[in-house]
């Protein structure tokens, strides 16, 4: 497949498939590029829809979506047609093509196929043809989130990478920040960070040495990054000197046990009382709500000030983003 041409204006319908959590901080963003590039710009319970006319470097470039489509509506060869003519596929040379398991795959498979002259290709395919809520939707293989950003290590409990990206829009990384992931994985957060935050000093730990080893595949995204090995519930960080936190905590599920967890995280949460700056922002994922609100509770000088609930794709796993600060007292203490 020859690459996509960015700069090319191309006209379509297209679908920003998100997830929940992601979807009203993206439309927000689709509404700030707004017009003449995207009109009719509405959300659904995980996607942004919006009719898009212009170059589609500002859209590819957005990190709060995974997969982009064309919204195929009534006449799917038709609107097809359209976009090789016009619209996205105008800019890249697709031949491959798969149908998702959706009523009337056979009958859809077999225009495609005969109307467009492509091929059917499930193993290997530049457009996915998908039902996304009411949208049946063309996704566009070199436009997937994986396609748009370098590869990365990853490990069975990474972040997904958009929630990824929404923990690090919500703790509003400054420019020379100090930004630590304390249960760091395969760094997915401090890679977003990096791609983000320009000037932003990078740290990650994890008790793990296979975790590390992969955040070390990922190091070279991560310009300046320190890894270190360490206990969550024993920073090996000075009093004050964080300025941000962003973090995927163990869930208990694939990694740890709720048991464990009630040990780590009311001692993880006064390790972050400790660690951050007055003015310092922790922004913790986690499907354990319940004993991160006590924790945080507990801890000397911290209160949660935001929940944002996700999803994972699928809706396996609803976490939220916890946005936890310092109280006001204890921001004076800390000045
Ligand atoms: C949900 S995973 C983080 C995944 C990471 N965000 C990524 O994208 O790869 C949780 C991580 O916490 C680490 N962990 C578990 N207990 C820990 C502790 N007490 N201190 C530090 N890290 C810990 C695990 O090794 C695991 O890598």
Redesign the pocket.
């Known amino acids: 497949m020859t690459p996509v041409d960015l700069d090319r204006p191309v006209a379509d319908r297209v679908h920003l498939a998100s997830l929940p959590g992601a979807v009203e901080p993206l439309l927000q963003q689709c509404h700030d590029l707004g017009a003449p590039l995207l009109t009719g710009i509405r959300r659904t319970a995980d996607a942004v829809v919006a009719d898009l006319a212009g170059p589609l470097r500002p859209i590819a470039a957005l990190r709060l979506y995974a997969a982009f489509g064309i919204v195929l509506g009534d006449d799917p060869v038709a609107t097809l047609q359209r976009s090789r003519e016009t619209g996205v596929l105008s800019v890249l040379d697709a031949q491959r093509f798969r149908v998702g398991e959706l009523p009337g795959r056979r009958a859809l498979t077999e225009q495609l196929a005969s109307g467009l002259g492509w091929t059917n290709d499930p193993g290997d395919y530049d457009v996915n043809v998908e039902q996304a809520g009411r949208e049946l939707v063309a996704q566009v293989g070199p436009l997937f989130r994986s396609r748009r950003f370098p590869a990365m290590a990853?490990?069975p409990?990474?972040?997904n990478p958009v929630l990824?990206a929404l923990v690090v829009k919500l703790a509003k990384i400054r420019a020379d920040d100090v930004v630590l992931?304390?249960?760091?994985?395969?760094?997915?957060?401090l890679v977003e960070a990096a791609a983000v935050g320009a000037g932003a000093v990078l740290v990650g730990?994890?008790?793990?040495p296979?975790?590390l080893r992969?955040?070390g595949a990922n190091a070279p995204l991560i310009a300046g990054g320190v890894f270190a090995r360490?206990?969550?519930?024993h920073l090996p960080y000075a009093d004050g000197v964080i300025d941000r936190v962003v973090?995927?905590?163990?869930?208990g599920k694939?990694?740890?046990s709720h048991t464990?967890n009630l040990a780590?995280y009311p001692a993880?949460a006064a390790e972050l009382g400790r660690v951050l700056r007055a003015d310092g922002r922790a922004v913790l994922m986690t499907e354990e709500k319940t004993l991160l609100n006590r924790s945080v509770a507990d801890a000397r000088g911290l209160k949660v000030v935001r929940e944002v609930k996700l999803a994972t794709p699928g809706g396996e796993l609803h976490p939220s983003a916890f946005v936890v600060e310092r109280t006001r007292a204890a921001r004076r203490r800390h000045r």
């Open positions: 990853r490990l409990a990474s972040a990824a992931d304390p249960f760091c994985g395969a760094a997915t957060m730990s994890d008790v793990d296979g975790a992969a955040a360490a206990d969550a519930a973090t995927n905590m163990p869930f694939l990694v740890g464990t780590l993880f």
